[in-house]
C-alpha cells in the first residue's frame, strides 16, 4: 500500500477539457496529482468534498503586483485563499525604477510565498525614449535574467513604433524569449487591426487593453489570446466580456492589471473577474475554465491550469459554482492554512527619490486662456482631449474651482536631473488642497495635483520625506500620508497596514474634494503613461498620443515647451 499525501473524496471536479463537472475522488502525492481511482493509497490526509465543487487555482495572466503597493510575499497572504494560486507578473514598474536590481528584489520576496509567481520580464524600461526614469533594460540585460527559474517569457511590449521600426534591441529582446520557447505578451492600446497584425508576426501573441466588442474582435482577428481585465481603475470586463462566446472562450482568460491591496481586500482578485463574468452570461464551467486552463495555456504553462494526472495539485474547493465562494485552496498538493503566511517583506535599502523642485516651479504662465486640459474617463485609463478656456490672473494659470480645472506636475526623480512638465486636468474635483505620489506609470517621477503651488509643493514635500509613497494635504496641513520606501512603489508593511493607510488617504481625498466616482489615486499615477490615449503629462511636458509628441498647454501656441 502507497502512503501518498492527500485523499479529496466525492467531489464534483471540473474537467477543463469537456467543460463539465464530474463526480470523483483525487488522488494526490509529492504536489501533484497521481489518479483519479484507488490504487491501494495510505493518504495522510483526506477531505471529504461531498456536494461540494472543485476546480483548478486560479491564474492571474497579467498583473502588476507594485500597483497594489505591498510587496510578493504580502499580496500572496491576500491572494491565495482566494483561489488564486499563480500569477503571472510584469515587475515593469520596478524595473523603471530600480533595473534588473528590481526584478531581483521581487523575485526573492516572492519566494516566501505558496503563491507561485511566475515572471515576464519588462520589454520597455524605459517606457519611452523622451522621458526620465531610473533605469535602462537591454536585451543583453534581459538575457541574463532569463537564467532565473520564474521567468517565463517577455512582458507586455507597448512600444509599437520600435516593432515596427524593426528597432535592433526590440528585435533582440523578441528575438531573445523565441529562442527560450517562451511566450511574449502584447499591449495593443490604440493599435488597429493592422498593427496588432503587425505585432502577432513578429511573435507577440496576447492582449490586455481592450474597452470595447470593436477592439475585441480585432484581436481575436489577429489570432491573439486575450486577457479580459478587471482593475481598480481599467473597468473593462463589462464592456468587453459579451465578446466570449462557447466556440471562442479558448481564446480568453483573465487578469487584474494594476489592482490596489484595498480593491483586492474589498473584492477580490481573479475571483471577483469569475463573478462577474458569470453575472453577465458566461457558464460557470466556461469562466472556471478561462481562470485556469486557458491562462495556463496562453503562457505555455503546461504542469498548471488543469484537474488532471500530472499536473501540479492547485485546487479551488468551492460550495456554489455561480458564487465563487471559496472553503479551502490546496496548493502544491497542500490545504492551505494561516501556518503557510508567516514571512515579513525583504528589506529593501535604496533611497529612489531625488529631486530638487521648489514651489516656485509650480506656477504655470499663460499667454492665452484657450489650452489644452486632459479630461479624466472615470474608471478607465485613457484620457479625453479638451479644449477649454481657464483663468488667468498676472500672466499665470489660477485654478478654476468652478468649472474644476487643476495644475498637474510631473517631476523628475530618480537622477536630480531637475526637469518637470506642468499641465491641466479636470476631473478631479479637489476643492481644498493637493495629492502627490510617486507611483506614476511607467517612469514613476513624482506626480502631483492640487488647487495651489502651496498645496501641492507641500504634497510632494511629504512623499520625499517618507522615501516615496502617497499623501493629502489640505491648504493648511497634511491629512494623510502612505510611506512607500520600496522602490517609491510599495509599502513595506504587512498587507493589514498597508490597506489601512490606503484607506486613510482616500478618506482624507474626500475632505479635501467633492468626491469622485473613480480611484483618485491610481487615476492620477496613469495620467503618466504617454503609450496609452490620449494627452498624458511626463517630465518633458504634456504629451498627445495621437501626434505622438510634446505639445504646448496653450492651444495657439503649440509649441515644445522647455525647462
Known amino acids: 500500500m502507497q502512503t501518498i499525501d492527500l485523499h479529496i473524496k466525492n467531489g464534483n471536479v471540473l474537467n477543463v477539457f469537456s467543460k463539465k463537472f464530474e463526480n470523483k475522488d483525487i488522488f494526490i502525492n509529492d504536489g501533484k496529482i497521481i489518479n483519479f481511482e484507488n490504487d491501494n493509497y495510505q493518504p495522510k490526509n483526506v477531505i ?20 497594489a503597493l505591498v510587496t510578493p510575499s504580502e499580496l500572496g497572504k491576500v491572494l491565495v485563499p482566494m483561489g488564486v494560486t499563480s500569477i503571472v507578473v510584469d515587475p515593469h514598474e520596478i524595473a523603471n525604477v530600480s533595473g534588473a536590481d528590481g526584478i531581483k528584489y521581487m523575485i526573492e520576496d516572492a519566494k516566501q510565498s505558496p503563491l507561485d509567481v511566475f515572471v515576464m520580464l519588462p520589454s520597455s524600461v524605459p517606457a519611452t525614449s523622451f522621458e526620465h526614469n531610473g533605469a535602462t533594460l537591454t536585451a543583453a ?25 524593426q528597432d535592433e534591441d526590440m528585435m533582440a529582446k523578441l528575438q531573445d524569449a523565441k529562442d527560450h520557447g517562451y511566450q511574449i505578451d502584447g499591449h495593443g492600446a490604440g493599435l488597429s487591426l493592422d498593427q496588432l497584425n503587425e505585432y502577432k508576426a513578429n511573435g507577440i501573441s496576447t492582449d490586455h487593453e481592450s474597452v ?27 464592456n468587453t466580456v ?3 462566446t462557447e466556440d471562442n472562450a479558448d ?15 474589498e473584492e477580490g482578485s481573479i475571483n471577483f473577474n469569475i463573478q462577474l463574468a458569470i453575472q453577465y452570461g458566461i457558464k460557470p464551467e466556461t469562466a472556471y475554465t478561462m481562470a485556469s486552463y486557458n491562462a495556463a495555456k496562453a503562457h505555455k504553462l503546461d504542469q498548471i491550469g488543469a484537474i488532471e494526472k500530472d499536473y501540479a495539485a492547485d485546487l479551488v474547493i468551492i460550495d456554489h459554482p455561480k458564487q465563487v465562494d ?10 492551505m492554512s494561516e501556518a503557510d503566511f508567516s514571512s515579513k517583506p525583504l528589506e529593501f535599502g535604496e533611497n529612489c527619490v531625488h529631486h530638487h523642485l521648489k514651489e516656485s516651479d509650480l506656477q504655470l504662465p499663460l499667454n492665452s486662456s484657450k489650452c489644452h486640459v486632459m479630461g479624466i474617463i472615470a474608471n478607465h485609463i485613457e484620457t479625453t482631449h479638451l479644449e477649454m478656456d481657464v483663468p488667468i490672473d498676472d500672466g499665470q494659470f489660477v ?5 474644476d480645472v487643476l495644475l498637474m506636475v510631473d517631476a523628475e526623480r530618480h537622477h536630480d536631473l531637475g526637469t518637470f512638465g506642468l499641465a491641466l486636468v479636470h476631473g478631479f474635483n479637489i476643492k481644498n488642497g493637493a495629492i502627490a505620489t510617486t507611483v506614476a506609470h511607467d517612469s514613476h517621477n513624482i506626480v502631483a495635483v492640487g488647487t495651489t503651488p502651496d498645496a501641492i509643493y507641500r504634497a ?17 496641513r497634511t491629512l494623510a500620508t502612505m510611506p512607500l520606501p520600496v522602490a517609491g512603489l510599495m509599502s513595506d508593511k504587512s498587507w493589514q497596514a498597508a490597506s489601512h493607510e490606503l484607506h486613510a488617504i482616500e478618506d482624507a481625498f474626500n475632505q479635501i474634494s467633492d468626491g469622485v466616482d473613480f480611484d483618485p489615486f491610481i487615476t492620477l499615477s496613469f495620467l503618466t503613461l504617454p503609450v496609452i490615449p490620449t494627452l498624458k503629462l511626463t517630465d518633458q511636458g504634456l504629451y498627445d498620443f495621437d501626434q505622438q509628441k510634446i505639445i504646448d498647454v496653450e492651444v495657439a501656441n503649440n509649441l515644445t515647451p522647455q525647462h
Open 48 to 67: 471529504d468534498a461531498t456536494d461540494q465543487y472543485i476546480v483548478p487555482g486560479f491564474i492571474d495572466s497579467h498583473v502588476h503586483i507594485e500597483s
Open 141 to 165: 540585460d534581459l538575457h541574463q535574467l532569463y537564467d532565473e527559474e520564474s521567468v517565463i517569457g517577455l512582458a507586455e511590449v507597448m512600444d509599437y513604433p520600435a516593432v515596427h521600426n
Open 212 to 238: 470595447n466588442l470593436e477592439q475585441m474582435q480585432d484581436r481575436l482577428t489577429s489570432g491573439m489570446d486575450i486577457f479580459l481585465r478587471e482593475g481598480t481603475v481599467e473597468r473593462d470586463l463589462q
Open 242 to 244: 459579451q465578446a466570449v
Open 251 to 265: 481564446r480568453f482568460s483573465f487578469c487584474t492589471d494594476d489592482k490596489f491591496i484595498s480593491t483586492i481586500v
Open 326 to 335: 471559496v472553503k479551502k485552496v490546496v496548493k502544491a498538493g497542500k490545504e
Open 399 to 403: 485654478s478654476d474651482l468652478e468649472n
Open 460 to 476: 510632494i514635500e511629504e512623499v520625499t520625506a517618507t522615501n516615496g509613497g502617497i499623501a493629502v494635504v489640505d491648504e493648511e
